[in-house]
């Protein structure tokens, strides 16, 4: 099957299975859309998850990504990238943003004087500490690069190898290689760590 001049077959060995089932769903296939869920839902869970750590939270996140991926999949472009990318793309933004706005409401509640600032157990700062940390390492992310990022996202987050990276994004593996090892540079410089 042809898809926007790509060859997507449907075996996957040659082309994008993730891209067809996207632009099948774009078209109102239910049974696209359902295929496209079953293959991808771990995958996109297990980003979330990693993001966001609350596995309810995570599971609401991946209920409105999937949404988004109905209701936007018209907006997938095979020829500009892979449609597992671009799903996990969709994924990482949604957790950030809820990772973003869990921390803008806990900053109003602060400034407003409604948190108890009594802290009873050291589990509540070391959570603390995990969510600054991670807020601090998502803006140097941000900072850098989208190839970057990208290959950085993918295989911290997606849990890709450099091999399926390279598969996924249609670059060189030298190429994902060197685009990790820059990424990685800059975030430590981003972060202020040295070695």
């Known amino acids: 099957m042809v898809i926007d001049g790509i060859d997507v077959r449907e075996d996957g060995a040659s082309g994008d299975r993730i891209a067809e089932l996207l632009v099948r769903s774009a078209d109102g296939d239910q049974n696209a859309f359902a295929e496209l869920y079953d293959a991808m839902s771990s995958r ?30 018209a907006k997938f472009a095979p020829k500009k990238g892979q449609g597992r990318s671009w799903i996990l793309t969709i994924a990482h933004r949604r957790a950030v943003d809820r990772v973003r706005s869990a921390q803008a409401s806990t900053d109003r509640d602060v400034r407003a004087g409604f948190r108890d600032m009594d802290v009873a157990h050291d589990g509540v700062a070391e959570e603390v500490e995990l969510k600054i940390e991670g807020r601090r390492v998502t803006g140097a992310l941000a900072a850098l690069p989208e190839a970057q990022r990208e290959a950085l996202t993918l295989a911290y987050f997606g849990g890709y190898s450099q091999s399926e990276i ?27 760590v040295t070695t």
């Not at 995570?58 to 999949?73: G, P, R």
């Not at 598969?167 to 820059?182: E, F, H, N, Q």
């Open 166 to 192: 390279a598969a996924l994004v249609g670059a060189p593996l030298g190429t994902i290689k060197t685009r990790m090892r820059d990424g990685l540079s800059r975030l430590r410089l981003e972060l202020g």
């Open 44 to 73: 996109v869970f297990g980003l979330i998850c990693r993001v966001l750590v609350d596995r309810a939270q995570s599971e609401e996140v991946l209920q409105e990504v999937f949404l988004e991926v109905w209701q936007s999949a």
